[in-house]
């Protein structure tokens, strides 16, 4: 099982022998791993664990459930009678369970966009939200780009034509706020909306963006060429109808 977890999860790297230098693991070993020769001591297993946002489950079971048991605090009774309704379950149709990709603009960078991957799942009559910011995206801000500090995860709440999330890092270091909607597209599944983040008001920088979601499939090989794209990219990089829905040169009307 570890070995074609660690299969699966690989193939997210630009190569295993970037993979390896990335991890501090020799790669003969790390090949070991793969063909399930070989499990890694417990501190190597935490760095492997660290570095894919998993934990060691990985060794029991497939990754594809581990990735939807996001951890989700219970609500404080304080802001349950105000959340009521984020206690209700969302609707499959209104956002299905499984992986998407979602696009906006650089908050920091004029001409630039972000794309990333996240995943929308149901736990506890609860629909939450998990994913990693781009490494390139969080350097550009200044920010701490380790796997640990690029994690970020919230609970949706319905709205009454769409629905809103609230996102938060690892540890609270940043928060967003999220709203969307879906939108008829031949294309495919398509959500949109804006984020915007807690963030005092300076010029150098914006706080609410366009932003879309598109639905890529409940499995992870689903996902898996999205993935290998997310990062920074220009405006021409990105799919017509996604430049179409994201208004690109028009500014956002607050």
């Not at 991957?117 to 490494?135: A, C, E, H, M, Y």
């Not at 879309?212 to 405006?235: H, M, Q, S, V, W």
């Not at 017509?240 to 994201?246: A, E, G, N, Y």
Request: aromatic content about 8%; glycine content about 8%.
């Amino acid at each position: 099982m570890l070995g074609a977890n660690l299969r699966q999860l690989s193939r997210q790297a630009k190569s295993i022998s970037a993979l390896c230098r990335e991890l501090g693991i020799n790669r003969t070993q790390y090949n070991r791993y793969l063909g399930g020769e070989s499990f890694p001591r417990p501190d190597v297993l935490h760095r492997i664990c660290s570095h894919f946002g998993v934990d060691a489950r990985i060794l029991l079971e497939p990754v594809d459930s581990i990735l939807f048991k996001t951890h989700v605090p219970e609500l404080k009774p304080a802001f349950s009678a105000l959340l009521r309704r984020a206690a209700s379950p969302l609707s499959e149709d209104l956002l299905p369970s499984g992986f998407y990709r979602f696009t906006r603009r650089c908050f920091i960078l004029d001409d630039v966009y972000v794309q990333g991957i996240i995943t929308i799942s149901r736990q506890n009559d609860l629909t939450v939200i998990k994913g990693f910011d781009p490494k390139e995206a969080v350097l550009a801000q200044g920010l701490d780009a380790t796997q640990q500090r690029r994690e970020f995860g919230g609970t949706v709440i319905a709205q009454d034509d769409g629905f809103a999330i609230l996102v938060s890092r690892r540890g609270s270091a940043t928060t967003h706020f999220q709203y969307l909607a879906p939108i008829p597209a031949p294309e495919g599944h398509f959500w949109l909306g804006y984020t915007a983040r807690a963030a005092r008001d300076q010029e150098t920088a914006r706080r609410v963006e366009r932003q879309t979601y598109e639905f890529l499939g409940p499995r992870i090989k689903d996902a898996l060429p999205a993935a290998r794209l997310a990062g920074l990219c220009n405006p021409d990089d990105l799919m017509p109808c996604i430049r179409s829905l994201l208004r690109i040169g028009e500014p956002f009307q607050s």
